[in-house]
Structures are given as C-alpha cells and as structure tokens.
C-alpha cells in the first residue's frame, strides 16, 4: 500500500500553493491532491452560453482545480497590513505577512498575472476617494489590485496545474472525500467512494464549498471549533457609468460602513467594473448569486456588479452559522423557483415586489438573464435589510446615481466559512497530523490570503 507524505483535500488555492512550495523544496515528496470538481481545462459553465443553468453536479463554478473564487473572477488583493481577505496575519505576524504576501504574487506573476497593479494611482487621487468616502460615513481600506479577470485566471491556473503535475504532484479530480481516518486522536488518512489513501500529514484546504462538510467531520473527530463570522448581503448591480471614476483608479474598492441603526458592519465585496452577475451552485443545489469581469474588452459589459455583504458574529448558544445562512438563501430560492431573486431598488425601498413588467423597462438591464424578479423582504431579515438599504444611501452619495431606482439587488449572497478551527502555529489542529488551511477553516475569506495560507504553511511545516 503507498503511503503520502502529504494528503491535501481540496484544490482551490490554499492547497495548490502548499503543493507547489511543498514540492520546490522537496522533490521527493509524495503529495496526493483530492478534489471533488474537475479539472481546470474541464472546468466549463454552460450557462455563459445558454444562459439557463443545468444543474452541473458538482457545480463547475464553485468546485475544480483553483476553486471558486479564482474561477469566478480572479482578484489579487495586495494589502501588506492584513486587512482585506481574511485573518491570516493573525496567525503568522506582520513581518512574515508582508514577505509571504510578496513570495506569492511573484508566483502568480511567473504564470502570467498582469503586471498592472490598480490602486497605485497618485496619491492625490487616492486621497480624493478616501476625503469624499469619510464624508460618506465609509472608511476605505488602500489596497492594490491585480486583476486576473475571469478568462485569464483560467490560462494562469492551467499552467499552475500543468507544473504541479510536471512536479509530480498526484491530482485525483472527481474524487470527494467521504471522511478523515482518525485513530487514538491521530489523522492517518482519507476515506473517499471506493478507496482509501494513507498519509503523514492531512491537510484540509476545501474552500468555503466545501465548509459543511468540514464542520461535519470536525464534529465527528471531536475537532475543537468555535462560531464563526458569516456575511449574508446582495448582489448590486449599476450603470458603469456611476462607478467610472473610482474602477478607473482602484478597480476594486474595499469600503467598509458602520450602520447609523444597529452599527452593523457592511462591506463591499468582489466589485466587478463592467462584468456580469452570475450564478453558483453549492451542495443540495442552493443558487446563489455572485460576479465575474473579463480581461478582454470585447467581453465586457455596460454595468458594474458588486457585493454588498452584512457581517453576523454569532455568540451562545447558537452554533450553526452556516445553517442560518443556507435558510435564509432558500427562502430566495423557493421564491425564485429555484433560481436566484433579482428586486430594483427602488421596489426595495418601498416594500413592493419587482414584476417582470417593470423589470423590462428597468433603465439597467440585468446581465443575469435568468434571474427571477420578486421580493427581498420576504427573505432577508429586517436588521439586514436596513443595513443594505443605509450602505446603499452611503454609496450614493460618493457615487450619485447609485441609489436609484433602478439599480439591481440579486440575492441572496452568502459567503460560508466553517466554524472557526482553532489551530497552532503550524495550523495543526487538536487531532495530531491534521491541518485545516483557507477558507473553509476560517482563516481566510479570499484568494491572496488562501494562497499566501498554502505557501506560509508549507515553509512552516518544512523548517
């Protein structure tokens, strides 16, 4: 029987990082990658053609070789103070944030990233944006932008697999994992459909896909967890022409708002200038909404999409976040027919449901076809409500026009995380030789910081 050095579940960027570095440093590892999506090159979303989803199991948008967030769209975040995508720096320090920060965008750029950072404009211009945006009641978080755009970080990704391949990395693609093999407090290996695979070190990289499944085996091999942050918001979608000034300069703005009502905390989320709203699929056929922009200027579209996502920190006795947000994301899809809910604002703001009547002589035309017009009170609980609608009100003000009544509201959006996993300096958890990185284990909430996780771990683990 052979035997891993490494077994990684999961390859979205986390585990694909941990591979490469892994590998690079020791070419006579055994790493086995198990991945319940496809291959990148078979990684094909029919709807962008037919606009009308197929129910692909599993969905070809949120699972497969880079996962979901690299698929849909492909943004590097360049923050060296920590602050956009995840906790990361709370676990491995400033000073090894910022030197693991610059390792892995030197990787992306060797397979092809743009070169071109946004953000990075004069500081006057920049300092225009954050003067109106305290004005505004918004703090924004300075950050550089890589966009890899969404046809891009498919040629990228390719190459990445191709050298984890040439590297000898062994990746079973369509092979779910079932369960860990855990004896006398010790992981020993993987269960999947038919097999079993053995291995020194189990590493959990699943991405948020795959984050009920995580939260199922922690409770089954009594790993130690506590409640996590779950963002439940809305899809918005505008007239490019509103957002111009700002994609022009930062082409993803981080703006966060501290709601006048409850003091919520709200933020934008994967802002996509002129690109479309899409749909994904996770278990149990749940639709969500989400967005995606292209490189290419012959793909582009005439609307800017963002996401506008309401942060809930859960406390006793109440443990299942991601239970809550997958109610709340079928109460939208039971109204939708199984699809995803598009409301106008302005029938948002004044408790009516949108019709398909007023929909087609909405001044912004929806770029998610099959969206199903209907009505987001009937979903969203009333405290986040008031929450999109004061961010929204935020928003206008720093961009007139964003406010009115005809911008889109798609939802629901959820990002799912796990419960949070408490992990060591190595992010080993409580069961010996079991490791949880990115996403789904709570640590990072995107894709620099889910790549950074892989590659800070791999160092860590091989010193």
């Not at 809305?234 to 003091?263: N, P």
């Not at 996509?272 to 200027?297: D, I």
């Not at 209907?374 to 986040?384: E, H, K, Q």
Request: aromatic share 10%.
């Amino acid at each position: 029987m052979k035997k891993y050095d490494f077994i990684i579940v999961g390859a979205g960027p986390s585990g694909i990082f941990a591979a490469y570095e892994l590998k690079k440093n020791n070419s006579k590892l055994n790493i086995l990658i198990l991945e319940k999506g496809k291959s990148i090159k078979k990684r094909v979303c029919p709807k962008r053609k037919t606009y009308s989803c197929v129910d692909c199991y599993p969905c070809n948008i949120t699972t497969g070789f880079s996962g979901a967030g690299a698929f849909s769209d492909g943004k590097l975040s360049l923050n060296d103070h920590g602050e956009v995508g995840g906790n990361l720096i709370n676990y491995i320090g400033k000073k090894n944030y910022v030197k693991t920060l610059k390792e892995t965008d030197d990787i992306y750029l060797k397979f092809g990233a743009d070169e071109k950072v946004y953000g990075n404009s004069s500081d006057a211009e920049i300092a225009e944006i954050k003067e109106k945006a305290i004005k505004c009641n918004l703090k924004l978080i300075e950050t550089g932008v890589r966009h890899l755009g969404t046809e891009k970080a498919f040629e990228i990704y390719s190459k990445i697999q191709e050298e984890l391949e040439n590297l000898g990395v062994e990746i079973k693609f369509e092979s779910p994992v079932k369960d860990f093999i855990v004896e006398n407090g010790e992981a020993l290996g993987v269960e999947c459909k038919d097999s079993k695979y053995y291995g020194d070190k189990i590493v959990a990289s699943v991405g948020r896909e795959g984050c009920a499944w995580l939260n199922e085996m922690c409770d089954r091999h009594n790993v130690n967890t506590e409640p996590g942050v779950i963002d439940i918001g809305v899809r918005v979608e505008c007239d490019s022409a509103i957002t111009k000034k700002i994609d022009d300069i930062s082409y993803e703005s981080k703006l966060v708002h501290y709601t006048k009502t409850f003091d919520d905390k709200v933020r934008t989320f994967c802002w996509n200038p002129r690109g479309e709203v899409s749909e994904e699929r996770y278990e149990g056929n749940l639709a969500l909404a989400n967005g995606h922009s292209y490189k290419e200027e012959k793909y582009k579209t005439n609307n800017t999409n963002l996401a506008l996502l309401v942060s809930k920190n859960f406390t006793e006795p109440f443990k299942t976040p991601i239970d809550y947000g997958v109610h709340v994301a079928r109460l939208a899809n039971m109204l939708a027919g199984g699809k995803v809910l598009v409301q106008t604002f302005g029938d948002f703001k004044r408790g009516r449901r949108t019709t398909q009547k007023r929909l087609e002589r909405n001044i912004t035309e929806p770029t998610l076809k099959d969206a199903v017009p209907g009505d987001l009170s009937l979903v969203l609980p009333y405290r986040i409500m008031l929450a999109i609608k004061e961010m929204i009100e935020s928003l206008d003000k720093l961009m007139p026009g964003f406010a009115s009544d005809g911008t889109l509201l798609y939802g629901v959006e959820v990002k799912f995380y796990s419960n949070k996993i408490k992990l060591n300096d190595n992010f080993e958890t409580n069961v010996k030789n079991l490791y949880a990185l990115g996403d789904g284990a709570g640590v990072t909430r995107g894709l620099m910081q889910a790549s950074m996780n892989g590659m800070y771990f791999a160092k860590k683990i091989g010193e």
